[in-house]
């Protein structure tokens, strides 16, 4: 093509070849080029003509192929509001699958967490209604929120919802309204609720005084001696309750001291809870020390997760603990589940229920004690895991559960997932991102769970990060994937790329010793990835540029004889 | 693609982008047509073009490849580009199961039509015997024209979209003239003159 641009004709004149005019008319020749070219047919007829003849055929061409012949078929003209159907059925399935996720969660994590809960004698309530319903951490909804409240909100959230939908951007109207919804459910109890908040160095509700509303107290030494006729919130070094409280504790503190009478639930993350008084109903806490006095009572059940917890008093019914050292030397109406290093049973110890008991040591049983039944010792193997047959079952049946979990996730939020798995190999990125999400969205949701912003709120912040867990080691397998078998931008390609991938990091995260670092790298690397996609998401998609004008399709401009410009 | 001079609807595109059906209805609206004319041009059938304006149009919501789109550029020529991908792989897997149009670019030697003879059989020619024989020429050949002459890609687009080296943009084009001018009835005549 370029050796013989010019061909001679039968008198030896050398003529343009239709390549070189074509490309002449499409401007797609070097400057130098373009201007023999345009100098040569200024005294060539018969190249002017050929020039000529291809300009004009590409005039033709292109009126050929934009004169609308045909109407757009009726298909096609029903196409997008089929389509939105269509999309609306995806989205009903992605809410099913998202149920069914919501209900296999439940079953698997929950039901057996109300199951021991019931049996630690919370008794006829399932977790749901005794976190919400029952006010322990979520103050008065069963008060304040009927059904028919709850089912008008839910309306107007849906009318809101369908309003705002066809007025701005779906992933702000959606945003608008979850926090809408959630202020509404944070703002409602306030309203309904008048509640008064103390804080000072030292806080001090005098023993003739009577509060007849929620109390939150904040200070270095609290104490409460009066009434008070609604819920004490407690966030201090020194916390005693000397008086009445007649709804629940929820305590932050050092030392909780319970010296008098507590109508409701107490809720403690303390160092050290020592109940000297009466609880009228059940006793959550998370401390080191747990100390119920020989005069102290709790008329429900005891869930205690400490290091040690010394019994005197009495239980009214059931002890669920994980607890490294227990002494017992106090009364318990119900039975005792355990799992520590040891258990002590004390001569005056007085147990009504059958004790399970799974330990490094055999428990130290008084035989003066009065027990029911002899305890029931599990002792704790700590044997590898590895070490175990059944151990591989599970790590297959888990890679089996992640190709499927990644193969609905990839298949209903294809884009989104490429987004994040580009994201992967901005390492600094995803990492510094990851750790801060890693570790800060659970903290957020236990900030969410005791505060008024909501239980509802910190729940599903806390599954979404889990769930987010497993996506992340999903994304991160898909690039290791797409490292070993290349790039694909298509969505089947790349759920191909992820199975091998995810297979691979499954296989490093059940190493020994080195696995559970690896494991956390992936979640944390991936988490991060998938945080920058989301953050990549709700950027503004218009950075306020005009948008250029439009420019028909048309054919080429040529001008045969003038100059073309490189 | 939409009236000439008429600005690409930025808003549209925008809202498009986070998922608003409404903005997506706008724009199916706006390009459908022009996308529609894209898809008959490129494909053998009517029907081939309408589902690749629907598939087209499909993918480019369920997996909001809005996203790639950048916005400095203009959207109907992104929106050829990926048309015109989607076609020419519509185009490639039917040719491979059929195993046909095997043509080497580089070898094949180009024939040089008397100017005088073409420019009387383009003078000749209307716009639907065009359309006509551009029904029987080859998915490559057709591809390319279609992409140069109906959506104005240029000649990198072209090679990137038909995965062949720039510098053979020009040969594919010339030779898909020639099978047009070929199925326009006048090969003989044409490839005998040459252009000596």
Redesign the interface.
Known sequence: MTEDDHLPDEAGTEHLDEMSGLLYIERQLERVRAQEISAHVQDCAACRTLLRALERESRLLTRAMLEEEEALPARLAQFHERARRSMQWIWTVAFGLAATGVYALYTTYIEPWQDQLDKAGFGGSNLLSLLIFQGALWKGWQSMITLLEVLALLTVAGFALIFFRRRVRRGSALAIMLAGFCAALGLQPASAFASEMRKADSVVVERDETVKTDLFLMGEHIRVDGTVDGDVYVFGHDVSVNGRVKGDIIGFAQQLQVNGQVDGNVRAFTNTLTIRGTVARNVLTFDQTVNLESNGKIAGSLTIFVESLNLDGEVGRDILSMAKHININGKVNGAIQSRGEALTIGSSAEVHGPIQYKGDKPPDVSPRAKLVSPVDYQKLEHKPHYMEGHYYVWQVIWLAAFVLFGLVLFQLMPQFTKDAVANVERYGASFGLGVLVFFGIPIAAIIACVTVVGLFVGISTFFIWYAALYYAQLVVGAMVGEWLMGRSNETWPLIGRMIVGIVLVRLATVLPIAGGWIKFGVMVWGLGAISLALYNRFQPSIAGTPSAPYTPPMPPNTTVGGMQPA | ???????????AI??A??????A??EL??EY??AL??FC??ALPT?EDA?DA??DI??KL?????L?QYD???????WL?KVAANHCWDTLRRRKTRQDKETEDLENVP?E??D??Q??KL??Q?T??E??HA?SKVGSRARMA??MR????MS?DEIADALGVRRAFV??V??RA?HE?RNALGQSGALAAG???
């Open positions: 693609m939409s009236a000439p001079g008429k600005t690409e609807p930025a808003e925008a809202r982008r986070t998922g608003d059906a409404d997506w209805g199916y609206r459908a047509p529609f004319r008959r041009r009517k309408e304006t629907m149009f499909a919501m369920r997996d909001n490849r996203l916005q400095n550029r203009s959207f109907s020529a050829y180009l040089h039509p100017p005088n073409l420019d383009i003078e020619r716009s639907e065009v359309r551009l024209l279609v002459y109906y959506s104005d000649y020009g040969v084009l010339l003239r047009l040459g252009t000596s």
